[in-house]
């Protein structure tokens, strides 16, 4: 099948396109991970793989009704994934010096929605995310 010089260069201006885009994510993810935000906001969480290796994550917090949350709204998330294989995690909240051990629990129903709708991201920033799958965790003190 031959393309006409018009679909060719759409389709090379459809590529170039999805490429930048792409290495707009990928940038504005690494340079998160480099400059994790710090400050009142933040908490420091443990996770432990299945090996029981320690992995350590900055993440905003979100208080609602004297409860803890934090958002997965990033495609790294490899912190998700063991928290919801292992729930047992340890957070350092902001102006605490040590680590306390919490539950990690995932959200559902009621709860997911009430957050979703209270830190809803604009589209420039879920774009910005490249469109991950959000979700929320409750940190309940053990």
Do not use: C
């Amino acid at each position: 099948m031959i393309m006409n010089k018009t679909a060719k260069w759409s389709l090379l201006g459809f590529g170039a396109l999805l490429l930048v885009y792409v290495g707009w994510v990928v940038e504005f993810e690494m340079s998160l991970g480099m400059n994790q935000p710090q400050g009142n906001t933040s908490l420091v969480i443990a996770t432990f793989n299945e090996d029981d290796e320690r992995h350590e994550r900055v993440l905003s917090l979100r208080k609602i009704d004297g409860k803890d949350y934090v958002a997965v709204n990033h495609w790294p998330r490899r912190w998700y994934r063991q928290a919801l294989d292992n729930p047992n995690v340890e957070v350092k909240m902001p102006g605490m010096g040590d680590f306390a051990s919490y539950r990690a629990v995932p959200l559902e129903g009621a709860e997911d929605a009430m957050l979703r709708e209270e830190y809803d991201l604009s589209f420039r920033a879920r774009a910005q995310m490249g469109f991950p799958p959000r979700y929320f965790l409750r940190l309940e003190p053990m």
